[in-house]
């Protein structure tokens, strides 16, 4: 028995000499409830932003202006024409009050103008018994009569995606200057130190909108003036973290072989500063999203008619002064809320998984 259990505690110990930091920096996180739901959160997201297409009621850019602005779970009839390949953007929607009769292979309607209509019964679909059919908006429909659950939906797509590439600019401006600052120090790093004071003097958001002016507006734009002005706390944090790892004994060691400077930068002393680095472009990650709703809310960001959660909020919140049609401007606030309130939790699981100072 004795044996065994000596068997068991050498089993263990090799295993545990065989883990890689990364193992335990997950076991550490899986025990973070908070920042696994945020973590799922995000991936639900994800999942949503990927599946657009698939699971969105209807095409975000779809317009029935006879539905214009209408109260969550609207449901109107409709006439549904049959798909035109030749013209993809055409409106296959007729909205209608009645249908009057059908005869000769037409089919007359009153429209919501109580205007007698007609259209030829080929051109459309035909379901359930009757070509009137009965559309439900679920989260109601904006000022174009658009629905406001696709635009929802495809606005994912819109705000992950800047939020990820833009972060990854910075990520990258970040790690380039300031490696390069803390391992070569002297002039290069009082030239990278001196463009961080720059952009720290400015208020991130109004370097933001300059830059957006400069470069004009759309999607490409909003990364670049987001990913140019995120990367000073990357660059600083990897610049500090440089400073003490490259005095180490391995370090030195790597140089005395006779390595270059780039082989001992990116080979040897980056992976160490993985950690921090994740976390720092969690929080970016988050702040990239507001950045983005902000640009778009002024009309700085994605143009019309993309579905935009920051331009969602720019066309409903005029509602809201009235007092009527609320959820045009606060269903795209909590979802802006949630993804970025999700981001804050993961990065504060991450902040305390990578920190070695924890019990495995």
Avoid at 90 to 107: D, H, M, P, Q
Avoid at 285 to 304: H, K, M, T
Wanted: hydrophobic residues 45%.
């Amino acid at each position: 028995m004795q044996t065994e259990n000596s068997e068991l505690v050498k089993e263990i110990q090799q295993d545990d000499k065989t883990r890689s930091l990364w193992y335990y920096s997950w076991k550490r996180l899986k025990r973070n409830r908070l920042a696994m739901a945020g973590l799922y959160t995000i991936i639900f997201l994800i999942l949503i932003a990927l599946t657009a297409p698939l699971i969105s009621p209807f095409n975000p850019n779809q317009q029935i202006l006879e539905f214009a602005a209408k109260d969550i779970g609207f449901e109107g009839d409709v006439l549904i024409k049959k798909s035109n390949p030749d013209n993809e953007n055409e409106n296959k929607y007729i909205a209608v009050k009645n249908i009057i009769r059908e005869e000769n292979g037409k089919l007359f309607f009153t429209d919501y103008t109580d205007k007698e209509e007609s259209i030829n019964t080929s051109e459309l679909e035909f379901e359930n018994g009757s070509y009137k059919q009965k559309l439900k908006f679920y989260l109601g429909t904006d000022r174009f009569g658009r629905d406001v659950l696709s635009r929802l939906i495809y606005g994912s797509r819109v705000s992950l995606m800047v939020g990820l590439i833009s972060e990854s600019i910075a990520i990258f401006i970040g790690l380039l200057l300031g490696s390069f600052a803390g391992y070569f120090r002297g002039s290069i790093d009082k030239m990278v130190m001196w463009l961080v004071n720059v952009i720290f003097a400015f208020p991130a958001i109004l370097l933001i909108i300059a830059l957006s002016v400069v470069l004009g507006k759309g999607l490409w734009q909003a990364f670049v003036a987001i990913g140019l002005t995120g990367w000073v706390d990357i660059a600083r944090i990897v610049r500090g973290q440089f400073f003490s790892l490259r005095e180490t004994e391995f370090v030195e060691a790597t140089k005395a072989i006779g390595f270059k400077a780039p082989r001992v930068i990116f080979r040897h002393i980056l992976p160490n500063c993985i950690g921090p680095v994740i976390v720092t472009g969690t929080v970016g990650l988050a702040a990239a999203i507001i950045f983005e709703a902000s640009l778009s809310f002024l009309g700085l960001g994605v143009q019309p008619p993309t579905a935009s959660w920051g331009q969602m909020i720019f066309d409903g919140y005029k509602y809201i002064v009235v007092g009527t049609n609320w959820g045009l401007a606060v269903f795209p606030s909590i979802a802006i809320m949630v993804t970025v309130f999700s981001v804050n939790l993961l990065g504060d699981g991450l902040r305390d998984a990578f920190d070695p100072k924890l019990k495995r």
